[in-house]
Each structure stands twice: as C-alpha cells, then as structure tokens.
C-alpha cells in the first residue's frame, strides 16, 4: 500500500464522459491485510489437514487403486494453485476459494474410513468440495459476483440465488440428511430412515449443479473476447464437470460411490479446474508479453493507429481511446466525436505528470490484470504526451515559418510598392526634365522638375530605410532595444509617445520580437486607426517584458485577423512562450499588449534564447 | 483601326492614349511624357473598373495598363487587359509590371482572337524612363506590333530541356531568337544587329528548324512573335 496509484478504474457511465468531475465508483480495491500471509498459512494448514487425510483413509481404500495418489494430487493441485493465484491476486478471492476447494476435497474423503466416527464426520463434509466450487465457478475470474450496476438486476440476482442455494445445499442440505439415510460403514448419528430424502438432496444437488452450469453459458453467451479468453478453459471444465456430477447425483444411491465412470469423469474436471485456472494464468503472461510488444512498436504515428495498437495488446476490440475534448467539455474519440461508452465498459484514466491525457474505454476484464493494464495505460498515457508534443512542435514551426513567410511577403511589398515606385516615377521626372531641356524650357519649369525629382528621391530613400530595417533592425544589435524604438517612432507622422524603463540586456530574440511588435502595431496605426497619438510603453520586471501599444483611433480592429502582420508576430511571440493581446472596441482605440518572458525556460546553464 | 493624325513635330502618327495606374505620380509623370511625345491621352485610370469604361467610352488606338491594381492589387490589370483584348481586338495593349511574368503574357496572347490587330507590349515598369520608350515600345505596340521587354531572354533559359536546345545555335543565332521575342521585324532586326536581311532570314529559318518551331508560322510577322513567345512561354 502506501503509494496512491497512478491509474484508476470504474465503469463508464452509457452517456458521453464528462471530465473532471466524472465519479468515480468502484475505485481500487483495498487489499485484505497481509492476504499473503493468510494464504501461505491456509494452504499449510490444508497441506496438513490433506496429509492427515490420505494416511487416515488409506488403509481403507483399494490397495490396487490409485485412489490416495489422485486425492492427493488433486487436493494438491487446489492449494497450490490456489495459493499462487493467491499471491498474484490478493485482492481476488478465487485464490482463498480454491484453496477452500482443495482442504474441502481432502475432508470429503474422509467418508472412505471404515472408522464409524472419521466416517460420520465424512458423511457431514461430503459435498464440501462442491460447496465451496460452486462460490469459485460463480465469482471466477473476478472474484465478485455479477453486479447490478455492471450486468442488471436479473443477472446480479442469479449469482446471488445460486451461491445461497449451492451453499445451502452443501452444508446445510446434505449435512442434516446425513441423520435420515445410513451408509456402507455405520452412520453413528441415524437418527430415523428415510429412503428418499437421500434422493431428494441429490436432485436438488443436481438441480443447483445444471443451473451453474446455465449461468456460465450465459455468462459465455454474452461476454466480451478477453472475459472468453479468461472464462473458456474454467466453462470446459465445469461443463463437463457439472454435467458428469450432475449425472452421478442422478443416478442415485444404487451404484457403488466410487470408480464409476461418473465419478472419474467429475474428478478428472475437478483436477483440471486448478489446471484451467494455471492457463488463465498462463495467458496474462502472454498479456505481459503483449505490453512489450506494444512498447517497442511505440511512437505511433497517429491517435488511430495507437488506439488499434491497444486494441490488439489487450484483445478488446470495443476499446476506445479518449481525448480532452478541444471545448474542454468532457472527452472525444479518434474521430473527433464526443466519446460514448458501451453498457459495461469501464474506464480508465490515462495520465502524465498529473495531467488527465486522455482515457481508455474498456471492457471489464481488462482490470483483472491490474499489472497488464496499468503497463498499457501507462505506454498509452506516454504515447499519447508524446503525439501532443511532436503535434504541437509541428504546428510551432510551421507558424514560426509561415510568420518568416508573412515578413517576407510584407518586405517584398514595401520595396515593391515603395522604393521602386518612387525610383520609377523619379526616373520619369528626370526624363521629364531631359525632354524639356531639349526644347529650350525655362529655368523655373525646369528647376521645379528637378526639385519635385530630388523630393521623391528622399522618399524613395526613406522608404527603402523601412524596408531594410523591416528585414534587420541594425540599430537594434548596436544600441539596444530602446534606442532602436527610439529612432524608429522618431520620423513617423504621427506622434509618438515613448516610455521605455530601464531595460536589462535582454536576449535578442525577445529585442526583435518586442521591435517588430511595436513596429507592426505602429504601422497598422498608421494605416487604419486614423488615431491623433499613439503611445508605447515597456517595462521589465520579474523576467517578463511587458509592451504595450495604445492608440486613441477609431477601434475596431479584428483581433483574430487584425492585420496578417500582427497574427504573424503573434505567432512569434507564443513560439517565446509570449502573449499577444488585442484590444480594440469600435470607438475606444486599440491596445496591443504583449508580455514576453526574458527568461530562460528551465535552469539550463548553457544556452540562452539566442 | 482609328486613324490618327500626324504629329508635326516628329513626323510619326499621334496615338490615343488610355493610362491606368494607381499610382498619381506615375499617371501624372507617363502622361507627360507620352503628351510631350505628341501623343494623345483620352483617358487616366487608377483602377480595372475605370480602365474598362474609359476604353469602351474612348476606345483609344492602345491602353497602357499596370498589371498590379487595386482593389485586390493581384491581377486586376491584367485581367481587365484580357477583357479589353477579347471585346476591342483593335485597342493595343501594353502591360507595365514590376516583374515579368510569362504567363501573364500568355494569358494576353491567348485572350487575342486571329482577327486582332491591336499590338501587345509587355514591359517592366522601370523601362517607362528609358529614352526611347515612347519611340521603341509605345509607338510599335500603338502600330500594331509587338514590344516585350528584354527580360524575355531570361525565359530563353527556364527549363534544362530548352537549355540543351539552345545549345545548338550561335550567338547571333541566339541573339535573332531574343530580339524576334522582343518582337523586332526583320528589317528592325537586320538594324539592330547590323547584317543583311538576306541573313536574317537564315538564322530565323534555322532557329525554327532547331527549336521545331512551326515553320509556317515564320513568313508572318504577327504569327512568328506570337510562336516565339508561346514557345518562351511553355513548361518544356
């Protein structure tokens, strides 16, 4: 104990699984104290008891037979088994069971001593292996009987009536018969004959044996491929054994009580029970096998593709992967649709690092290798943190790249549209002023031509100074984030209201990105807010840049769209684990505020954000 | 064809004149130009729509259009050229662009029915303060004939195929391909290069036979341009 585990289990509810606040029911079961210990000392004790047993009656069996040595092995086999399933499984009670199954078996031969007492207390325990299978058939392999939650009222009922009744039978039934009919050694306690009660308790026996042998058809009918897998070997053995049982009751009282076929054929299922419970056993180790398997194929190149993985590991095909819906209501599966669970499915939580990464719908069986199961939540949790990384570093890039692209674009149209134009229509001035001069212009005409071809050479000048600063601020890896605001907001033709504190040095990216916001934010003031002032502030402080842009023009700014150069920064500054805020009300101007941290991430020594 | 009257001043046929642009400096500045030429301008656009209506309304012997204008400043000039081209056969067109594009230039020759007679020019913006601008580009494209800008031989080169064909002819060979796709005559040619029309003659047949041109198309002045560019204007 003492660790809370990481994974838990409860079935899901039939509507669409809600998040966080989903209830949990039927959590981990707390184990029984020390079930180990119990256990070791139940199966010495039978051990013992068996000993006991075969050396009491042994004299008394056919010197020919075989009788002690299949007693032995298969009261044997019981408490081994049972021990050993047992220490796998504390929790599940099919181990104690069994191992009631294997010191029952060894009481029942106690009715093969011709010593009238160890016979009569032989006679009381003749059903005792019977009575305590029937509990071990009907709560293998989960050790709980059919609840009515999981499976129904009429399901959960006939468990209940079964178990009452087989018990009943076993150790009520036939005990108290044992003062109404005599036996081939002297019955001490007969109190009066009855010739057909005898009869009626094997009817009623046989009654009970064909009924738990109609429950685990049902059962089988209507399980899932891994309750099959679990239940197909015990449901062969206890057909047949409950058939052959069955028989033998009804055959009755005339035949001699052992080496008959029957009774062979009972006690070969009964020694191959434990056996079939030995395969079940077996086959959650093939499980194991299976975890590895799937740990090798991992990483999966998509959601689907794991969720099939899953799927063939734990042989449950109506499995389904979950996810945290995008609305952050409740989960979606790989398509993308609100994920449902199927009647009787449970669900298990897959998580990392205290993060709900998603869940696994499963059927029930799954949970009864608690070792398998929590291996595959804890690969499927892995994987699934993995995906989301590998997705969210794509899109990352991807946005780090398209915001390249956006600059690009906007540096080709300022030169475009810009200087070359203004070089252009220069070029037409001063071929103007040529074609004038060949016709003998005045001085004035041509002086105004060259005047109005100096002027556009200035702007072109300036225009291309924009550019060249849009592709690389110089200014700013010479002097520094402020001075280079500084000379950019100086000839703009708008106002502008610099408050720059005391700035540290600050990694270059976190410059660049903070003088492109401001320079982005400023033109599109420029160019939509028709504003009177526009005012930049920024601070430092706590090893966070805060920035902000605010102008006192018209508003209304998308900030979704907002300018494709401001979704392009906005990019940027969330690749630097920044934020990118837009305020902009039709009316009440546009703040663009930006927080970026200027620290590095993780404690790191070497290398900075650069 | 509108017939125009002779300038006095240079002896050549006065054009009338549609400029769209939407820059008003450069509208101003062209204008001038052309007018100091002698040239008429019926009409300034500084958008596609105004463009459409001022040549429907005027119907000038060439529009001169920039590719690029708003409201989208994509396409909207060359669209509203190929609509031009289709509903006036006889306005000349000449596209002014930033950048050349041969599938603009397709797109223009394509839109030309057979019974068009209006020039086609296709000139970088820059070329427009070159001295012999009005002479080698707006009076050829207002004539009827051809004036692409020299960035065409750019094109020449595009594609590794054409590169292995270029391999096989000389460099006056190369040089008449180039100057054919310019859109030169073969009088304008043998000017240019200084050789008698008689070799002209040659080296536009053996360019022809080496670029498996059409060679009926090249008797035609029109029909020879229109191959060449087409042939520049391919993916091969």
Same mark, same amino acid.
């Given at each position: 104990?003492g660790?809370?585990?990481?994974?838990?289990?409860?079935p899901?509810p039939?509507t669409?699984? *809600?998040?966080?606040?989903?209830?949990?029911?039927n959590?981990p079961r707390m184990?029984?104290?020390s079930?180990?210990l119990?256990?070791f000392?139940?199966a010495?004790?039978?051990?013992?008891?068996?000993i006991?047993?075969?050396v009491?009656?042994?004299?008394?069996?056919y010197?020919?037979?075989?009788?002690?040595?299949?007693?032995?092995a298969?009261?044997?086999?019981?408490?081994g088994?049972?021990?050993l399933?047992r220490?796998?499984?504390?929790?599940?009670?099919?181990?104690?069971?069994m191992?009631?199954?294997g010191?029952?078996?060894?009481a029942e031969d106690l009715?093969?001593s011709?010593d009238p007492?160890?016979?009569t207390?032989g006679?009381f325990l003749r059903?005792?292996?019977?009575g305590f299978?029937?509990?071990?058939?009907?709560?293998?392999?989960?050790?709980r009987?059919r609840?009515?939650?999981?499976h129904?009222?009429?399901?959960?009922?006939?468990d209940r009536i079964?178990?009452?009744?087989?018990?009943?039978v076993a150790?009520?039934?036939q %005990?108290?018969?044992?003062?109404f009919?005599?036996? *081939?050694t002297?019955?001490?306690?007969l109190v009066?004959?009855?010739p057909?009660?005898?009869?009626?308790?094997?009817a009623?026996?046989l009654?009970?044996?064909?009924?738990?042998?109609a429950?685990?058809?049902?059962r089988?009918?209507?399980?899932?491929?891994?309750?099959?897998?679990?239940?197909g070997?015990l449901?062969a053995v206890?057909?047949?054994?409950g058939l052959?049982s069955?028989l033998?009751?009804?055959?009755?009282?005339d035949?001699?009580w052992?080496?008959t076929?029957?009774?062979?054929a009972t006690?070969?299922?009964?020694l191959c029970?434990? !056996?079939?419970f030995?395969a079940?056993v077996?086959r959650?180790?093939l499980g194991?096998?299976?975890?590895?398997e799937?740990?090798?194929?991992? %990483?999966?190149?998509s959601r689907?593709?794991l969720?099939d993985? !899953?799927a063939?590991?734990l042989d449950d095909a109506s499995?389904q992967l979950?996810f945290p819906?995008?609305?952050?209501?409740?989960y979606v599966?790989?398509d993308?649709?609100?994920?449902?669970?199927g009647?009787?499915?449970?669900?298990?939580v897959?998580?990392?690092d205290?993060?709900?990464?998603g869940?696994l719908v499963?059927?029930?069986?799954l949970r009864?290798?608690r070792?398998?199961l929590e291996?595959?939540?804890?690969?499927a949790a892995?994987e699934?943190?993995?995906?989301?990384?590998v997705?969210?570093?794509?899109?990352?890039?991807?946005?780090v790249?398209?915001a390249?692209?956006?600059q690009r674009r906007?540096?080709e149209?300022n030169?475009?549209d810009g200087?070359?134009q203004?070089?252009?229509?220069l070029?037409l001035?001063?071929?103007?002023?040529?074609?004038r001069l060949?016709?003998a212009?005045?001085g004035a005409?041509?002086a105004?031509l060259l005047?109005?071809?100096?002027?556009?050479?200035?702007q072109?000048?300036?225009?291309l100074?924009?550019?060249a600063?849009?592709?690389?601020?110089?200014?700013?890896s010479?002097a520094g984030?402020?001075?280079a605001?500084?000379s950019?907001t100086?000839?703009?033709?708008?106002p502008?209201?610099?408050h720059?504190?005391?700035?540290p040095? !600050?990694p270059? %990216?976190?410059e660049?990105?903070?003088?492109?916001?401001v320079?982005e934010a400023?033109s599109?003031v420029?160019?939509h807010?028709d504003?009177?002032?526009?005012?930049?502030?920024l601070?430092?402080?706590?090893?966070v !840049?805060?920035?902000?842009?605010?102008d006192d023009g018209?508003?209304?700014?998308d900030?979704?769209?907002g300018?494709?150069?401001?979704?392009?920064?906005?990019?940027?500054?969330?690749?630097?684990?920044?934020?990118?805020?837009?305020?902009s009300r %039709?009316g009440e101007g546009t703040v *663009?505020a930006?927080?970026l941290p200027?620290?590095?991430r993780?404690?790191?020594?070497e290398?900075?954000?650069? | 064809?509108t017939?125009?009257?002779?300038?006095r001043?240079?002896g050549?046929?006065?054009?009338r004149?549609v400029?769209a642009?939407?820059d008003p400096?450069y509208l101003?500045?062209?204008?001038?130009?052309?007018?100091?030429e002698?040239?008429?301008?019926t009409?300034?656009?500084e958008?596609?729509y105004?463009?459409?209506?001022?040549?429907a309304?005027?119907l000038?012997?060439?529009?001169?259009?920039?590719i690029r204008m708003?409201?989208?400043q994509?396409l909207?000039?060359?669209?509203?050229?190929v609509?031009?081209r289709?509903?006036?056969?006889?306005?000349?067109?000449l596209?002014?662009?930033k950048?050349?594009?041969?599938?603009h230039?397709r797109?223009l020759?394509?839109?030309g029915?057979?019974a068009a007679?209006?020039g086609?020019?296709?000139?970088l913006?820059?070329?427009?303060t070159?001295?012999?601008?009005v002479?080698?580009?707006v009076?050829e494209?207002g004539?009827?004939?051809?004036?692409i800008?020299?960035?065409?031989?750019r094109?020449?080169y595009?594609t590794?195929r054409r590169r292995?064909r270029?391999?096989?002819l000389?460099?006056?060979q190369?040089?008449?391909?180039?100057?054919m796709?310019?859109g030169?005559?073969n009088?304008a040619?043998a000017?240019k290069?200084s050789?008698s029309?008689r070799?002209?003659?040659?080296?536009?047949n053996t360019v022809f036979?080496?670029?498996d041109?059409?060679p009926?198309a090249?008797e035609m002045?029109?029909?020879?341009?229109?191959?060449v560019?087409m042939?520049l204007?391919?993916?091969d």
């Amino acid at each position: 104990m003492g660790r809370t585990p990481r994974w838990m289990s409860w079935p899901a509810p039939a509507t669409p699984l *809600v998040g966080p606040g989903m209830p949990v029911a039927n959590g981990p079961r707390m184990p029984v104290p020390s079930p180990q210990l119990n256990a070791f000392a139940l199966a010495a004790a039978g051990t013992a008891f068996g000993i006991w047993v075969l050396v009491v009656t042994a004299p008394d069996r056919y010197a020919d037979s075989t009788s002690t040595l299949f007693s032995g092995a298969v009261g044997g086999l019981y408490l081994g088994a049972g021990l050993l399933a047992r220490l796998r499984r504390p929790g599940n009670v099919v181990g104690a069971l069994m191992l009631l199954v294997g010191i029952g078996w060894f009481a029942e031969d106690l009715q093969i001593s011709t010593d009238p007492r160890v016979h009569t207390v032989g006679l009381f325990l003749r059903s005792a292996s019977t009575g305590f299978l029937i509990p071990l058939l009907l709560v293998f392999p989960y050790g709980r009987l059919r609840s009515r939650e999981d499976h129904g009222p009429v399901a959960a009922l006939a468990d209940r009536i079964l178990l009452a009744t087989g018990c009943t039978v076993a150790f009520v039934l036939q %005990p108290v018969a044992v003062f109404f009919h005599d036996s *081939v050694t002297d019955n001490l306690l007969l109190v009066h004959y009855v010739p057909w009660l005898r009869q009626l308790t094997d009817a009623i026996q046989l009654v009970v044996s064909a009924a738990v042998v109609a429950v685990l058809l049902w059962r089988w009918a209507g399980a899932s491929r891994p309750y099959r897998r679990e239940l197909g070997p015990l449901l062969a053995v206890g057909l047949v054994g409950g058939l052959a049982s069955g028989l033998d009751a009804a055959l009755g009282a005339d035949r001699e009580w052992s080496h008959t076929p029957l009774l062979t054929a009972t006690h070969l299922s009964v020694l191959c029970l434990p !056996l079939a419970f030995l395969a079940g056993v077996w086959r959650i180790r093939l499980g194991r096998t299976a975890v590895a398997e799937l740990l090798r194929r991992l %990483p999966l190149d998509s959601r689907r593709e794991l969720r099939d993985e !899953l799927a063939r590991t734990l042989d449950d095909a109506s499995l389904q992967l979950g996810f945290p819906a995008p609305d952050g209501d409740g989960y979606v599966d790989v398509d993308g649709r609100a994920l449902t669970a199927g009647p009787g499915q449970w669900t298990s939580v897959l998580e990392r690092d205290g993060r709900r990464v998603g869940v696994l719908v499963h059927d029930p069986a799954l949970r009864e290798d608690r070792y398998v199961l929590e291996a595959v939540v804890s690969a499927a949790a892995l994987e699934l943190d993995n995906q989301a990384l590998v997705a969210e570093l794509r899109a990352s890039r991807r946005r780090v790249i398209e915001a390249g692209d956006e600059q690009r674009r906007e540096v080709e149209r300022n030169l475009h549209d810009g200087a070359q134009q203004r070089f252009i229509n220069l070029g037409l001035q001063l071929r103007i002023a040529r074609r004038r001069l060949d016709r003998a212009a005045s001085g004035a005409e041509l002086a105004g031509l060259l005047d109005g071809a100096l002027a556009m050479l200035e702007q072109g000048h300036a225009e291309l100074r924009v550019a060249a600063r849009g592709i690389h601020p110089v200014v700013l890896s010479e002097a520094g984030l402020a001075q280079a605001l500084r000379s950019l907001t100086a000839d703009l033709p708008l106002p502008v209201d610099l408050h720059v504190d005391k700035l540290p040095q !600050l990694p270059e %990216p976190v410059e660049l990105t903070a003088y492109y916001v401001v320079k982005e934010a400023i033109s599109n003031v420029l160019k939509h807010a028709d504003a009177r002032t526009v005012r930049v502030e920024l601070h430092h402080s706590d090893g966070v !840049l805060n920035l902000s842009v605010t102008d006192d023009g018209v508003g209304g700014a998308d900030p979704a769209s907002g300018g494709t150069g401001l979704l392009g920064l906005r990019h940027r500054v969330s690749a630097y684990d920044g934020r990118l805020t837009v305020r902009s009300r %039709p009316g009440e101007g546009t703040v *663009v505020a930006v927080t970026l941290p200027t620290r590095e991430r993780a404690t790191t020594k070497e290398g900075g954000l650069v | 064809m509108t017939a125009g009257m002779e300038s006095r001043a240079t002896g050549r046929r006065a054009l009338r004149i549609v400029l769209a642009d939407d820059d008003p400096v450069y509208l101003l500045g062209l204008a001038t130009i052309l007018e100091d030429e002698g040239h008429e301008i019926t009409a300034r656009a500084e958008e596609a729509y105004g463009l459409r209506t001022a040549v429907a309304g005027t119907l000038p012997d060439l529009a001169v259009i920039d590719i690029r204008m708003p409201p989208t400043q994509t396409l909207e000039g060359l669209r509203a050229a190929v609509e031009i081209r289709g509903a006036h056969p006889g306005v000349g067109i000449l596209l002014l662009s930033k950048d050349m594009e041969l599938t603009h230039l397709r797109q223009l020759l394509e839109a030309g029915s057979a019974a068009a007679t209006g020039g086609i020019g296709y000139q970088l913006k820059s070329r427009v303060t070159g001295a012999d601008f009005v002479t080698e580009v707006v009076d050829e494209v207002g004539a009827g004939r051809y004036a692409i800008d020299g960035e065409i031989q750019r094109a020449l080169y595009r594609t590794p195929r054409r590169r292995d064909r270029l391999a096989a002819l000389t460099d006056q060979q190369l040089k008449v391909l180039e100057l054919m796709a310019r859109g030169l005559s073969n009088s304008a040619l043998a000017a240019k290069l200084s050789i008698s029309k008689r070799t002209v003659e040659d080296h536009v047949n053996t360019v022809f036979d080496k670029l498996d041109l059409r060679p009926e198309a090249k008797e035609m002045y029109d029909r020879r341009v229109r191959a060449v560019l087409m042939y520049l204007a391919s993916d091969d």
